[in-house]
């Protein structure tokens, strides 16, 4: 009897561990959620969904980066139209040939973090930012967030550009960006993304944590009909 509950515990735990592992591995990225809210609201408002491009999104991350952390610049200052192709891109590695204009921007920012819906009320709080998001302009959208030295303040960029989907902002070789190895997180690379002052390729604090507990209760049914 002890011998056949210890195959059938032996059996039962690559099961647990794999159910943990998919679990771990769930996509979970706030400026990917911020994309999502993006295109629902157009959609509502009978505009057009936007193309989630990873090397706009990956831009939206280093024009965060040009404010240096001053938040009480987002509403007075925009970095240079320059900073794209002599900054922005080769930081993600964008091809500059494969810029697309950009069609329209909302940058936010405050001192505590915010979760995508409520940022998306922040970027999103006037007629502007409305004629923004609605704009029919527009065929391209990246977003991002990322926190300053490790906290806030916290920015949450929406850049919108009207390039040929799979043609504008090509990344070298077709891979993740580099930026994507930075703190912080953009859009449409479908990679997890921990958190606004965490590099954007991780397992989610959630994820790892039902990894781990996962694993030890397989370990521990596995030794208690082994008794």
Known sequence: MAMAMSLLAALLLPALLLSAASAADSKNNPADELVALVNSNRTASKASSLSDNQGLGCIALQYIKA?????????????????????????????????????????????????????????????????????????????????????????????????KPAASFKVDGGEVPKAAYHPGCFSGNNDDCMGATNAAVALTGAGASRLVVAAVLAVAFAFAFAL
């Open 67 to 163: 404010y240096e952390g001053q938040c009480d610049q987002v509403s007075d200052k925009k970095p240079m139209d320059s900073s794209f192709t002599d900054t922005f891109a080769p930081n993600c590695g964008v091809q500059a040939t494969t810029l697309s204009k950009i069609t329209g921007r909302l940058v936010g920012c405050q001192s505590k973090y915010a979760a995508p819906s409520e940022a998306f009320g922040i970027l999103v709080n006037n007629a502007k930012g409305l004629q923004v998001l609605h704009s029919k302009n527009h065929t391209e959208v990246g977003a991002a967030v990322s926190g300053t030295d490790g906290g806030g303040p916290y920015f949450w960029c929406v850049l919108f550009s009207d390039g």
